[in-house]
């Protein structure tokens, strides 16, 4: 992460939210069809996040402001649309064991 964004998730102004790879690529096909805009694979998490709370706000009546920010096109990304929209995306979950077995492998630097 960027260091602002890392201070301020520090600071408790935001919070990090893991999204599934083909709740991303739904969210962004349906903002396609919506918007006429395909966006890159890297904003849909902040979309779907935002079609959550629009769902959640709806569900319970709750007047709110949902912002969001769109970086990007998917143009170059049309592979992976391909893989989401012929059913073979895959999401994978996360596995603490693999990731601390990994950072085991970094070494130490003295400094």
């Known amino acids: 992460m960027a260091p602002l964004i890392s201070h ?3 600071e408790g102004m935001l919070e990090a939210v893991a999204v599934p ?14 918007e006429g805009i395909v966006p ?9 996040l935002a079609i959550r709370e629009a769902l959640k706000a709806k ?7 949902i912002l969001t920010a769109l970086c990007g096109h998917g143009h170059f990304d049309l592979a992976a649309y ?14 603490e064991a693999r990731l601390q077995a990994a950072l085991d492998t ?3 630097v003295a400094g």
């Open 82 to 95: 391909d893989t989401y929209l012929r059913g073979s995306m895959v999401d994978e979950n996360f596995d």
């Open 21 to 34: 790879q083909t709740e991303c690529f739904q969210a962004a096909v349906l903002f396609a069809r919506t």
């Open 59 to 65: 569900e319970t009546g709750e007047e709110t402001i």
């Open 40 to 48: 890159a694979p890297e904003p849909t998490h902040a979309i779907a």
């Open 8 to 10: 301020i998730y520090e």
């Open 106 to 108: 970094i070494p130490v």
